[in-house]
Each structure stands twice: as C-alpha cells, then as structure tokens.
C-alpha cells in the first residue's frame, strides 16, 4: 500500500524490476541557484563587459598632454620657456593675418564681408553657386556649380564687364556651342561692376536682384548694384578674399 | 615633524596646479604649432576648441566664423597637436545634387496637378542651399576619431526631447561595448558627442568640406 492508502497495481510493480532506478535530481535548493546562475551570468558578463569599456574610454586620462615638450637636446622644456615659446608662436600666427581690409564669403547664408582685423566694415547679401550639376549630353562632360572655397586676391577690376560665355553657358541653354569667340560675348548680365578672383570667378552685379540671398550662381558671387559698387571702389588689386 | 607634514600639504596643491599648468602649456604649445604650419598653407582650417565650446573656422590665423557648442560628451582621448584631416562625412540622408535640366532634354513626366495651397512663398530654387544639409551626422577624422553632432532644435517638443535623451542615454550604454569591441581588434576608440544649434549643425556639414584638416583642442 502506498501511503495514500491505495492499492499498488501489479503492472506498475513489474513495470519496476529489471530496470535501472531514475537519475537522481539534484536538490530543489541547488536547482534554484543553476537556475539563477544561469540567468545571472549574461548580466554579470555584461555589466564586465561595459566596466571594462569604460575602462577603456578613460583610461587616456591627460597621458597625452603630459608629454612633455622637448628641446633640439631632448630635454624637456621648462614652463617658463614654454609660456614664452607660446607667446611668440601666437604673435607669429597673428603676423600672417592679412593686413588692411579684407573680403569674407560665407557660401552658407551667402553674405559678403568687407572686415579689417576683427572689425566688420560692410555686410553685404550675395548669391553664391548653386551646387547643380550639369553634364553635357554630347560630350559627357561634367560642371559643378559650386563657390571655391578658400583663400583668394583680387586679380582684377571691370567697369561694365561683358561676360564671355563659356561653354557649359551654351548646354545649359541647350545652344550649340558657337565656333567664334566673338559669339561669346554677352554684354549687360554681369552688373556694372566686376572682381576677378582668379580661375574665371568674379565678384559682380546681377540682373536677379530678388534671387539675392539664395544659392542660385554658377559658381561667381553676386551682389546688389550699390554692394557691387562699394566693393570696385574700396578694395584695391590685391586685396584678399577668404570663402568659407 | 608636524611643521614638515603643514608644509608639504600647503605645498601639495601648488604641485598639482603646477603640473596642471605644464600640461595646458604643452598642449597650448602644440596646438600653436600645428595652427602655425596650417596658417601659412593659405588653406582654411577649422579649430575645434571643445574646452570652450566653440568650433571656428580660420584662414591665416584670422577667425572668419564661430559656432557655438551647446553640449558635448567625451569617449577617449585621442593625440594633441595634431592637424587632423577630414576623411569622411556621413548623415542618415545625405544632401543630393540636382542636375541642371537642359532645354529639350528634359525626361518626360506625367503632368502633376498643381495645389495651391503649396506653392511656396518665395521664387522656387533649383539649389542645394544650407537647409537641405543634414542636422545629425557623423564626421571622421583621419586617425578614426569620431565628431558625432546633433543638431538641437529650437521648437522641438515633448517627444523630439525624450527622442534626443533616449539617444543619448543609447550612447554611454553602446560606447563601452564599441570600446572593448575596438580594443579586441587593437584599434583604440575615440569619439565626440556635440550638440549645436540647428543652423549651425548645418553649417559645419556646409563648410567642413572632406579634405579640411582642423586641429583639436580635447577637454
């Protein structure tokens, strides 16, 4: 009798002769901590994981800084020395800015800027390229409308400048390309005032007035008539023009 | 033995402050020099100056426009005083040239009915202007270093802020597990977290062209 008070059957006790007994389990208890080990350990291997990572991302400390300065003879350089070598560094970066007035382009929001040293003289509203791509049907040829950025001189001054269309001037109005270059020629479109920049770009007037403001040249900077003016009058052969 | 213990700790901050000193000289030192040989390059350059929260853009040693940082998170510590160069831009959707349509050329497309309501104020521009620029990029200097900037909105609401401190909080969580990631390969793994206003954000993706070099003033 089992202890409920019931009867065994007799299949169930043949059933168990003959037979190896079941494998034993391990204690409840220690089943509880597998199981929980089990879960536990991606966890801890994570948090180790993002510890030692952060570690890592700050282990630099100012290891880099502390290197110290060294002289011709490899001996470090004392921090007297050093605030003077500092010193003259500043001035000597500071003798390379440009002398006088200057012109600053900001292609971003299309400003112009007539500064000297740190002093803003003029703040004039241009329209910088426009970015667009325009690749010639026949020849496959390829032009970006982009402002060049970087460090420029006035080169040269025109008084009623005619432009003289180049060729991307002719595909993009879907033209043939004409075989003279006295066909080139277009008076009336480049203001009443031009500064050359070198490699063909300008500075000049425009016929689109209410496009100022917006990214729409082919790659020159226009400005307003009076701008355009002020500028051919002040800034002389020369002068440097940084675009940014 | 009292008065060599006082004079030892009154010295001891002064140490400090001197070796602290020496350290922002040094760096300041660096930093001068790398500016110096890209100021006589005639290039234009960017100084990221993240101990004052400021990115400029330079030529000749002349500042030509300031950005402000609004907030910047900081993972490793890369070299000083070195003119880094700008290897690649990346943004979830990149700005896209359009191509000048050529009179007589143009690819033919089913007539569009025209809405009214929206047609923009202004004259309509074919361009790639300032606003089409991504707010939220990532740049990479040339020695793996990571500029991650995001671009914090004037006007953005509840969840635009929830969105952008859920982001942040992903960042210091992932950072560690990229690190060790990195280590195991033998890289080391630097990186930035700025945060700019949005015109400015756009900004530096207009400016910072692939090919700049800037120079690193790290916090």
Not at chain 1, 219 to 238: H, S
């Amino acid at each position: 009798m089992n202890i409920d008070g019931k009867h065994w059957t007799g299949s169930r006790i043949v059933g168990l002769q003959g037979q190896s007994p079941p494998p034993e389990k391990p204690p409840r208890r220690w089943r509880k901590w597998i199981l929980w080990g089990g879960l536990a350990l991606p966890v801890v291997i994570f948090i180790g994981l993002v510890g030692y990572g952060w570690y890592l991302g700050h282990r630099h400390g100012d290891a880099a800084a502390e290197v110290a300065v060294q002289d011709d003879k490899g001996r470090p350089v004392p921090p007297d020395k050093l605030a003077a070598a500092n010193a003259r560094l500043q001035k000597k970066i500071a003798a390379l800015a440009p002398k006088g007035q200057f012109v600053v382009i900001d292609t971003a929001n299309n400003r112009v800027y007539l500064r000297e040293g740190e002093r803003i003289l003029r703040e004039m509203v241009a329209s910088c390229g426009s970015g667009n791509v325009l690749v010639d049907p026949v020849g496959g040829r390829t032009w970006t409308f982009d402002t060049p950025r970087g460090q420029f001189q006035i080169r040269s001054k025109v008084k009623d400048p005619i432009w003289i269309k180049p060729d991307w001037a002719f595909i993009e109005e879907g033209e043939p390309i004409p075989a003279r270059s006295s066909e080139r020629a277009e008076a009336n479109v480049m203001g009443d005032y031009a500064l050359g920049i070198g490699s063909g770009y300008f500075l000049h007037g425009t016929l689109y007035k209410r496009l100022l403001g917006r990214n729409v040249s082919h790659g020159c900077v226009r400005l307003g008539d009076e701008d355009i003016e002020f500028l051919y009058k002040t800034a002389v052969l020369g002068t440097k023009v940084m675009i940014f | 033995m009292r008065v060599l213990l006082a004079i030892l700790l009154a010295l001891l901050p002064c140490s400090t402050m001197a070796a602290d000193d020496v350290a922002d000289l040094t760096q300041t030192n660096r930093l001068l020099q790398a500016e110096y040989e890209l100021a006589r390059s005639q290039h234009l350059y960017f100084v990221i100056d993240l101990p004052a929260y400021r990115v400029q853009f330079r030529a000749s040693g002349t500042i030509l426009a300031e950005l402000p940082i609004l907030s910047l998170r900081s993972w490793g510590r890369p070299a000083d005083g070195i003119a880094y160069t700008l290897a690649e831009k990346t943004a979830r959707k990149e700005p896209e040239r359009e191509q000048v349509l050529i009179p007589g050329r143009e690819p033919e497309k089913p007539a569009e009915p025209v809405i009214e309501a929206k047609k923009p104020a202004g004259p309509v521009v074919q361009a790639l202007e300032i606003g089409d620029m991504p707010t939220d990029y990532v740049l990479r200097l040339d020695d793996g270093t990571l500029l991650t900037v995001h671009a914090k909105f004037e006007d953005a609401g509840g969840w635009a802020n929830l969105r952008q401190k859920m982001t942040r909080f992903g960042w210091f969580v992932t950072r560690p597990l990229i690190s060790v990631w990195h280590h195991w390969r033998g890289n080391t793994y630097n990186e930035m977290l700025l945060t700019l206003p949005e015109r400015e954000a756009r900004m530096l993706y207009w400016s910072f062209q692939k090919g700049s070099r800037c120079l690193v003033r790290w916090p």
